[in-house]
């Protein structure tokens, strides 16, 4: 608490991308949004120079502990989390600004009784129409048609209407959830992959893991939508892609290291899948001497489907204040993040 | 009715494309759905060669059974035929349907008999059309022809944009390609402004406004979408004064006809960032030649004219039209789809 009021401390990274930064126009403008609020909060915001802890300044360190002596929550990316009880003795619950929190895991740092908290749901109204045209591109071809174009080549690929076609997601959360929603107002049927989730309202079908192979091969177009954790990492192997027909699509929107990235490249570089999408990585951004930025059929986005540039803060943000009332009410917190599940 | 059958013609060619290709199957299968139209008449299916319009053309033999198909026909569906002979050989004709949506390939119009009708495939491509809109409007608002130009150089372009639900789109063209790219904004939540002689209100464009506005609407464009016929008005109507007045944010979309865009102005509004992108599905030399400029004009993207033609789907629509028109042909009506010959379109 700050003078009676909850004291929220947001830690911005100077390094990021705008779209991650919030602004004290951000924070004037949530406290309009919020006029029953304004008097009763104490919002303060910090920046470090990095991401990375270890690049942090003693000026960077002593801003943020300064903050943290007084702070209920906090809300940000990356920060020191040594000694975290100490530091910030009335610390209640971290906001990740992030859908992914793999970045700090393991978690043995998380004091007891604070909650960790994630963004998921944020990216949906960005990601939605991402999703849309990903799959409006692969089903038009157009990896296949920008490659031609890079080569100079007059491609006549023709194409059916997407309606009718089959797409199956790894993955039925949020992002994996809004893609089916998105798929199916395309006209699409989704089959969904899923440990956890049994069912779904977009899905025909949700599967479980042991089941991937048959229904990937019913699949005209693939979606990697799950989060990264040792479940899932490399799930989508050379194997697993081997299972889709030739004529299938991919893309990759959730984590780089979900997808053995080498055999996508020579799966498509062989013909054996028709094209694919990767916004995600196993290296961000992408090494220059990868092989992938040559890839036949492939299309390269620098990790930018989810995030919007005007909205991302300002929904961040809100879902900061959903958590402010619902704690005042005695409501449970939304989006808490099983630290159980994630590695 | 004791009336003859009519006789059509559906004229093809061996080498068609698999999308265009007017088979026994894709015929049978129209006629499951207009089983009617059997009492009324009967298809036959010439096959030439080639398609009239390739270089080289028809042999003799295609000349020949071109003509003795022409001879007895009541209506022809094709796409393009020796037009000078119909008037003299094919004394029965009433009706020419052509399986395509842009007809200045049969310009002038001097060589048709006043009293045979002229009617296009309008209205066939609209559901692909309507998925292409969809996407090349998600594509041009995500910035998709930068960051396949980034990716042309290997370069980790991150920079990142907004939703693209609530902008707006111009639809310079308001008939049946304009009105699915005007159904596909809504859908995304963009407003979609239609520019078109006929501004009478109609299907889900928010406004329609006549084309001398179209210079004070531009600057109010997030994309700009053209689908309008080619003819002597339009010819590289869309130059670089109509660039310069769209937002630097903008981006433009060609799925009509390359030949009423300059695309001197429009790789110059690219390379100086005047508009934010350019996806083209229309080029003015097609197969666009492998010198052009286009292929590595920054931030654009080239899809070879296929967006707005579906391969599974395009013939049956395009029967479909034709039986629909069979029916009101008997009936007495007007046929939908009618070309008036002196406006070309």
């Not at chain 1, 949906?124 to 990896?143: D, H, R, T, V, Y």
């Not at chain 2, 239609?194 to 406004?209: H, L, Y």
């Not at chain 2, 010819?235 to 300059?262: P, Q, T, W, Y």
């Amino acid at each position: 608490m700050y003078n009676d009021k909850i004291h929220i401390h947001i830690e911005n990274s100077r390094s990021s991308a705008p779209v991650f930064i919030a602004s004290e126009e951000q924070v004037r403008q949530l406290l309009e949004r919020n006029p029953d609020l304004a008097d009763k909060l104490h919002i303060t915001i910090g920046s470090s120079a990095y991401d990375e802890v270890e690049r942090w300044t003693d000026a960077d360190f002593k801003e943020f502990y300064d903050y943290m002596k007084t702070a209920d929550v906090l809300v940000g990316y990356c920060f020191p989390v040594e000694n975290l009880a100490t530091h910030a003795p009335n610390l209640r619950w971290i906001h990740f600004i992030s859908s992914g929190v793999e970045h700090l895991a393991p978690f043995g740092w998380v004091p007891e009784n604070i909650t960790l908290i994630n963004n998921r749901g944020v990216h949906l109204p960005k990601s939605g129409e991402s999703f849309a045209m990903f799959l409006g591109m692969l089903n038009a071809q157009i990896p296949r048609l920008v490659t031609a174009q890079r080569n100079g080549k007059w491609d006549r690929a023709f194409t059916s209407v997407i309606k009718g076609k089959t797409l199956v997601i790894y993955g039925v959360g949020h992002q994996g959830g809004e893609m089916a929603r998105q798929a199916v107002n395309m006209g699409l049927t989704v089959i969904g992959v899923d440990p956890y989730v049994k069912e779904h309202p977009y899905c025909q079908q949700v599967v479980s893991t042991d089941k991937m192979k048959e229904v990937f091969a019913k699949a005209d177009f693939l979606a990697i939508a799950a989060p990264l954790t040792e479940e899932t990492r490399g799930i989508i192997s050379e194997e697993a892609l081997g299972w889709l027909p030739k004529h299938a699509g991919v893309m990759n929107v959730s984590r780089g290291p979900l997808l053995d990235q080498e055999a996508l490249h020579r799966k498509l570089s062989a013909g054996e899948l028709s094209g694919a999408v990767l916004d995600v990585f196993d290296i961000e951004p992408l090494p220059e001497d990868s092989v992938l930025w040559t890839t036949p059929n492939l299309i390269i986005t620098p990790h930018v489907s989810s995030d919007d540039l005007v909205h991302y803060m300002p929904l961040t943000l809100d879902l900061t204040i959903e958590n402010i009332r619902n704690e005042l009410a005695g409501q449970p917190f939304k989006n808490v993040v099983d630290t159980s599940k994630a590695f | 009715m004791s009336q003859k059958k009519y006789n059509v013609m559906i004229l093809t060619a061996h080498d068609s494309l698999k999308v265009f290709r007017m088979t026994e199957e894709r015929l049978t299968s129209a006629l499951e759905r207009h089983p009617h139209v059997r009492d009324y008449a009967e298809f036959s299916i010439v096959k030439t060669s080639t398609s009239f319009e390739n270089e080289p053309g028809w042999n003799d033999e295609d000349y020949v059974v071109f003509r003795d198909g022409i001879k007895n026909a009541d209506i022809l569906v094709g796409y393009m035929f020796p037009l000078e002979e119909i008037r003299t050989i094919a004394p029965q004709l009433k009706w020419i349907h052509i399986i395509g949506a842009g007809i200045e390939h049969l310009h002038p119009l001097t060589w048709l008999p006043e009293n045979v009708m002229l009617t296009n495939n309008r209205g066939a491509h609209a559901p692909k059309t309507r998925e292409y809109a969809m996407m090349a409007m998600l594509m041009l608002g995500n910035h998709m022809p930068r960051l396949a130009t980034a990716q042309r150089n290997s370069h980790w372009d991150g920079h990142f944009v907004s939703i693209i639900e609530g902008s707006t789109v111009l639809v310079v063209g308001a008939g049946k390609q304009g009105s699915a790219v005007a159904n596909a904004a809504r859908t995304l939540g963009v407003r979609a402004i239609g520019v078109d002689p006929d501004t009478a209100p109609r299907g889900d464009f928010d406004e329609i406004a006549p084309p001398s506005e179209l210079h004070s609407l531009l600057p109010k464009a997030d994309f700009v979408v053209l689908t309008l016929p080619y003819t002597q008005e339009t010819h590289k109507f869309f130059g670089a004064k109509e660039f310069g007045l769209m937002k630097e944010s903008a981006g433009f979309v060609n799925i009509c006809r390359g030949k009423v865009v300059d695309h001197t102005a429009l790789i110059e509004a690219l390379k100086n960032g005047k508009i934010s992108g350019a996806i083209l599905d229309a080029l003015e030399e097609e197969p666009l030649p492998e010198n052009s400029p286009l292929w590595s004009t920054p931030n654009l993207t080239i899809t070879p004219h296929m967006g707005c033609d579906d391969e599974e789907n395009y013939i049956h629509r395009t029967f479909d039209i034709v039986m629909e028109n069979i029916d009101k042909l008997i009936r007495g009506e007007r046929l939908d789809n009618l070309i008036d010959p002196k406006k070309g379109y």
